[in-house]
């Protein structure tokens, strides 16, 4: 107060004034509003960590797919292959008791393996049938 008082003895004139920002004591419920407001700001933060980290985790996926989709065509150009799906026919051969899986379109056999009972008897009743029908004829 003695400043205040010397300058009002000595008649000082205020040129101008303005505003700056100067640190100013808090009050209790001041204290009280920016701690939620920080709580608040906090669980934004945790929102938006977890949208980027599911973000992320999406992009990486769809690099990965393509990532996989451009080795696919790159091993099939190196090889010059590619798998298809393709008709197939399961032939038995009677005399070797193999059955034999044969592509329609090539007539190329992919498999030989030994003809299960049920398909050798299947057979027998089938040629029995034919037979009579051919006696029969």
């Given at each position: 107060?003695?400043?205040?008082?010397?300058?009002?003895?000595?008649k000082?004139?205020?040129?101008?004034?303005?505003?700056?920002?100067?640190?100013c004591?808090?009050?209790?419920?001041?204290?009280?509003?920016?701690?939620?407001?920080?709580?608040k700001?906090?669980?934004?933060?945790?929102?938006?960590e977890?949208?980027?980290?599911?973000?992320r985790?999406?992009?990486?996926?769809?690099?990965?797919?393509?990532?996989?989709?451009?080795s696919?065509l790159?091993?099939?150009?190196?090889?010059?292959?590619?798998?298809?799906e393709?008709?197939?026919?399961?032939?038995l051969?009677?005399?070797?008791q193999?059955?034999?899986?044969?592509?329609?379109d090539t007539?190329?056999?992919?498999?030989?393996?030994?003809?299960t009972?049920d398909?050798?008897?299947d057979?027998?009743f089938?040629?029995?049938?034919?037979?009579?029908k051919?006696?029969?004829?």
């Open positions: 107060m003695t400043a205040l008082i010397v300058l009002k003895e000595r000082l004139r205020t040129l101008a004034t303005s505003i700056r920002n100067l640190p004591k808090l009050t209790d419920e001041e204290v009280q509003a920016k701690g939620e407001e920080l709580a700001a906090f669980k934004e933060i945790e929102a938006e977890e949208h980027q980290k599911s973000v985790a999406s992009m990486k996926a769809k690099l990965d797919s393509m990532n996989l989709a451009a696919t790159s091993t099939q150009i190196t090889e010059r292959l590619e798998c298809r393709v008709e197939v026919e399961f032939v051969d009677d005399e070797s193999l059955v034999k899986t044969v592509r329609i007539g190329e056999v992919i498999d030989v393996r030994q003809a009972q398909e050798l008897q057979n027998f089938k040629n029995l049938l034919k037979d009579e051919d006696d029969e004829g």
